[in-house]
């Protein structure tokens, strides 16, 4: 990270601990924790955890196992506070309750830095609307962690997050931000790994790419190729265990294709469908212009059996 300016970012000792046994100040707090290895979470964010009055979470039992790990008593039953999709409705308003009347209220998610692909927006900004205090303890993110891992490049990036589960759907979302000038970075599941990463090489082309899992965990892994290759790999060897984020370079990453690379694509194509919706494929796969390439479609379609000349 660079700052602004050439003066380095000045740090307040001060504000790591408070005395211990002083309450914290009503606000809202969100609290990155761990993504895999428990020896990531901050001296402060132990601190944050470990006083405040309400721990909203995702799920009870994720954050309980750790603050049992991180050696946080738990308190009383009412400490923790399901906090998800399928209440936030309901629980915002205890939540700003509890805050104005004088609380303290860490916001965790199961992993990671909350409000990244996971509830928590509208809760910020209801906070924003009514006055009530904001304030972030930061820390570990795995899609900046696999952006960080990828060797692709940093400077600009575009985080979709999870792509819709249907295949039509998929490639449609994949469409639209397509053209994006910055490094994707994606949040995927292991069954749906290699469909995903088959849509991203069809309409995103062979780009760069990278897939990480495990990030910070014993198994930790960042296999990085073509989407044709990622693709390929683990259609073949299945899918993966753990938290996954696929990382695709830019518009322009993509290594030049070849004479040859075109010409066998486009007998793939012809194989399957028209001249036209041959050309087509193979032009946003490749980066050629797409009338040069229907031009050579024509040539292969013509030529005996169809063979690369």
Known sequence: MTCSSDDPPEIAAKDV????GAPLEAALYLVSTPIGNAGDISTRAHDVLARADLIACEDTRVTGKLLMILGIKRGDSGRLLAYHDHNAAH???????????????????DAGTPLVSDPGYKLVAACVEEGVAVTAVPGPSAPLMALTLSGLPTDRFFFQGFLPAKGAARRTALAEISAVPATLIF?????????????????????PAA?????TKKFEEVRRGTLDDLAAHYAEAGPPRGEICVVT???????????ADIDALLTEALAKGSVKDAAAE????????????????????????????
């Open 211 to 215: 897939v990480a899992r495990e990030l």
């Open 187 to 207: 949040m995927e599941s292991g069954p749906r790994l290699a469909a995903s990463l088959a849509d991203m090489a069809q309409v995103l082309g062979p780009r």
């Open 249 to 259: 370079g830019p518009p322009g990453a993509e290594a030049q294709a070849t004479a």
């Open 282 to 309: 193979v032009a946003a796969r490749t980066g050629q212009p797409r009338k040069a390439v229907y031009a050579r479609a024509l040539e292969l379609k013509r030529a005996p059996a169809h063979k690369p000349g």
């Open 17 to 20: 601990r408070a005395p211990d």
């Open 91 to 109: 629980r915002r308003p205890q939540i700003m309750e509890r805050i104005k009347s004088g609380g303290s209220v860490a916001l965790v998610s």
